[in-house]
């Protein structure tokens, strides 16, 4: 298989599996919350995704211990299809055009902060336990 193709396989293999588990784990957040007038399923799969984009960046970068076909495959595939940005700017504009500015306002404050705060928690602990 062609280098470009086989990164193809890769991204959509794990584009697949990320958007799969996506799906289930904000449904379960959500369902679990019962009603929530907040997008509570997308903000936990986006800081949890961010966590893990930290934790494998982190361990990437600081043993090199994964191929560049492995990081296509994690990264961009599985975590790119897991975490759910597109969401977040739906959800957003529809809480804006609500006219629910503090909520509108509250998940991006939230989404960003979260997802910067998990994946600089992610790395850290990288630093931290992984001697």
């Known amino acids: ?53 930290g934790i494998v960046a982190g361990l990437a970068e600081r043993f090199h211990l994964f191929s560049p076909a492995t990081r296509i495959l994690v990264i961009t595939g599985l975590l790119g299809g897991f975490t759910t940005f597109s969401a977040f700017a739906y959800e957003t504009l529809f809480l804006a055009r609500e006219a629910r500015w503090l909520a509108a306002g509250g998940n991006v404050v939230l989404q960003v902060g979260l997802g910067l705060a998990a994946v600089w928690l992610g790395h850290g602990a990288v630093r931290l336990f992984a001697t």
Do not use: H
């Not at 996506?22 to 966590?51: D, E, I």
């Open 1 to 53: 298989m062609a280098s470009g193709r086989r990164e193809l396989v890769l991204v959509g293999g794990g584009g697949f599996l990320g958007s799969v588990a996506r799906y289930y784990l904000g449904g379960a957040v959500t369902q679990a919350a019962a009603a929530p007038r907040f997008p509570v399923g997308t903000l936990a799969v986006n800081t949890l995704g961010c966590l893990a984009i």
